[in-house]
T-cell receptor, first 114, second 112 residues
């Protein structure tokens, strides 16, 4: 365990479904992130939360909706997704200013949209 | 200015070889340069990081070389092993902010 736990590990959903991805960190960090990782593509930053406030939204379609109820939990709500949204979704956390430790990533949720 | 360019895209070396992965950046405000290692089915894990006040940092078989004037940094893996086969990402960030900018990754295969 890296200190950042993501559930579920795998998710298959239809294009009309609504589902949520969950991320929990036990490191006392105050910033959390969602990244999308597609095959043969770089890590794409989706959302950044710092001190529970969203500070960055990288032109992500509205079918992805983040929620950060507290500094330890982060959710990504999904609805009416497209097949091209199939990817590995990674959650990460960090301390502001990094403190020399950078990000700690979870193991990701492998999402397949059918 | 936010890009981090990483090369090569893929790399094959024999066991015991020294793979070298290079990254270049443009934003002179970056002051934190980590490398991440990712195995299939796992999230990236921090491998080693450097700040621009030093030109080299070693941790075990992994070494970062940093050239501030050229705005380049590289990862060297000494005595590479098949277990080092993974995807490696360089990144850059500014200590005043929390967001890292990642390179596109290098798939390394170390053959037995």
């Amino acid at each position: 365990e890296t200190g950042v736990t993501q559930t579920p590990r795998h998710l298959v959903m239809g294009m009309t479904n609504k589902k949520s991805l969950k991320c929990e960190q036990h490191l006392g960090h105050n910033a959390m992130y969602w990244y999308k990782q597609s095959a043969k593509k770089p890590l794409e930053l989706m959302f950044v939360y710092s001190l529970e406030e969203r500070v960055e939204n990288n032109s992500v379609p509205s079918r992805f909706s983040p929620e950060c109820p507290n500094s330890s939990h982060l959710f990504l709500h999904l609805h009416t997704l497209q097949p091209e949204d199939s990817a590995l979704y990674l959650c990460a956390s960090s301390q502001e200013g990094f403190g020399g430790y950078g990000y700690t990533f979870g193991s990701g949720t492998r999402l397949t949209v059918v | 200015q936010q890009q981090v360019k990483q090369s090569p895209q893929s790399l094959i070396v024999q066991k015991g070889g020294i793979p070298i992965i290079n990254c270049a950046y443009e934003n002179t405000a970056f002051d934190y340069f980590p490398w991440y290692q990712q195995f299939p089915g796992k999230g990236p894990a921090l491998l080693i990081a450097i700040r621009p006040d030093v030109s080299e940092k070693k941790e075990g078989r992994f070494t970062i070389s940093f050239n501030k004037s050229a705005k380049q940094f590289s990862l060297h893996i000494m005595d590479s092993q098949p277990g080092d086969s993974a995807t490696y990402f360089c990144a850059a960030g500014n200590s005043g902010y929390s967001t890292l900018t990642f390179g596109k990754g290098t798939m390394l295969l170390v053959s037995p």
